[in-house]
């Protein structure tokens, strides 16, 4: 399909570079073909207009894509339902609040990536970071044993605290 694309827009690509940008592209066509015509606009700039394989890397590396195709507000997502949240779970309104998008953007073009690429599951209380996801952005996983969280401040969950107290009034 790249190849096809690369034809279509006149641009020279090895099959490396083929390779690396399917590797990153979601297994999604759309972001596929954006992925090649910003990176056939690196080769234009950096190199004779051939996508080689540097180029690629290059490219994904100045776009902010790691090597699992997750760009700059996927690591943010699972960076915080980890840190603000203890890895989850977390509602998805109260996690597409925290990150500034609207639940539907979320849950339609986030989410299933993450999920299909084991950085995260959907349970019935809500969204949990996987070990992947703390191992990928080099974050110390939840001990065996806990259930990675729910609170940024453990000291809410303790008898006594502000949390158990009631209404005062």
């Given amino acids: 399909m790249l190849q096809r694309s690369a034809d279509i827009l ?6 490396e570079a083929v390779r690396l940008l399917a590797h990153s592209a979601r297994g999604t066509p759309r972001v596929a ?3 090649l015509r910003r990176v056939r606009d690196f080769a234009q700039i950096l190199g004779d207009g051939t996508i080689t394989a540097a180029i690629v890397e290059e ?12 760009e700059r507000h996927d690591r943010r997502i699972l960076n915080t339902i980890i840190t603000n949240y203890g890895g989850g779970p977390v509602g998805a309104e109260t996690l597409a609040i ?6 539907d953007t979320l849950e339609d073009f986030y ?15 809500g969204r949990v970071c996987t070990p992947l ?3 990928h952005l080099g974050l110390p996983a939840p ?17 006594g605290s502000h949390e158990d107290q009631g209404f005062l009034f």
């Fill in 98 to 103: 925290s990150i500034g998008e609207a639940i």
């Fill in 59 to 70: 490219s994904l590396t100045r776009l902010q894509i790691d090597r699992y195709g997750l």
């Fill in 133 to 135: 996801a703390y191992t």
């Fill in 10 to 15: 006149e641009v020279s690509v090895e099959p």
């Fill in 143 to 159: 001990q065996p044993g806990t259930n990675g969280g729910g609170t940024r401040d453990p000291q809410l969950r303790q008898p």
């Fill in 33 to 35: 073909n954006r992925l």
């Fill in 111 to 125: 989410e299933p990536y993450l999920i299909q690429s084991g950085f995260l599951q959907r349970t019935p209380r």
